[in-house]
Antibody
Framework: VQLVESGGRLVQPGRSLRLSCATS????????MHWVRQAPGKGPEWVAV????????FYADSVKGRFTISRDISKKMLYLQMNSLRGGDTAVYYC????????????????WGQGTLVTVSS | DIQMTQSPSTLSASVGDRVTITCRAS??????LAWYQQKPGEVPKLLIY???RLESGVPSRFSGGGSGTEFTFTISSLQSDDFATYYC?????????FGGGTKVEIK
């Protein structure tokens, strides 16, 4: 299993950014896929999840209405569209694969990418 | 939201010590709990899922237990490689939430 995030950079408050996660070594449509972030010096914070079949999406309250998770099965890619960015969104963003078994009892973070840093600052 | 409270926040121990971390949920999460290890500058690593199931390749000195609202994570004999921060995470309901972490330091 490999997860490789990209797209993180310095961005001004209020602007948008799209993160990408290239997946390999497993079938994207078999597992839930998450975005998890970690602000400097803080613990991890779950951001969003897409169900294995793509029919369900859930978000943390802190990003609901601003962030959108999506995927492209044919390209084996997961995305996070982030709009109206704020200083509090500054963090390393990780793409993470969920566990095996039945939804929604498999929502741990089984594999993690190396992360991509998003800095929101003017 | 389900709040996850870990204790202690910091733990000083020596190689060979038995170490136990507690994670309490603000409401029952049955057994839908995972534990992660994170070393400085590294990505969190899954150790245990479903409260007590050891991830493949994780040494057997690590173990987890509990159900409902009270969970424990134990290292039976602390090794030098185990000095890190440990997090619990509930996946019983959304939003998924982590505990505040327990930093295991060298005594």
């Amino acid at each position: 299993v490999q997860l490789v995030e990209s797209g993180g950079r310095l961005v001004q408050p209020g602007r948008s950014l799209r993160l990408s996660c290239a997946t390999s070594g497993f079938t994207l449509s078999d597992y839930p896929m998450h975005w998890v972030r970690q602000a400097p010096g803080k613990g991890p914070e779950w951001v969003a999840v897409m169900s294995y079949d793509g029919s369900k999406e859930f978000y943390a309250d802190s990003v609901k209405g601003r962030f959108t998770i999506s995927r492209d099965i044919s390209k084996k890619m997961l995305y996070l569209q982030m709009n109206s960015l704020r200083g509090g969104d500054t963090a390393v963003y990780y793409c993470a694969r969920g566990g095996f078994g039945l939804w929604p009892t498999n929502l741990w973070f089984h594999y993690w990418g190396q992360g991509t840093l998003v800095t929101v600052s003017s | 939201d389900i709040q996850m409270t870990q204790s202690p926040s910091t733990l000083s121990a020596s190689v060979g010590d038995r170490v136990t971390i507690t994670c309490r949920a603000s409401q029952s999460i049955v057994g839908w709990l995972a534990w992660y290890q994170q070393k400085p500058g590294e990505v969190p690593k899954l150790l245990i899922y479903q409260a007590s199931r050891l991830e493949s390749g994780v040494p057997s000195r690590f173990s987890g237990g509990g159900s409902g609202t009270e969970f424990t994570f134990t290292i039976s004999s602390l090794q030098s490689d185990d000095f890190a921060t440990y997090y619990c995470q509930q996946y019983s309901s959304f939003p998924l939430t982590f505990g505040g972490g327990t930093k295991v330091e060298i005594k």
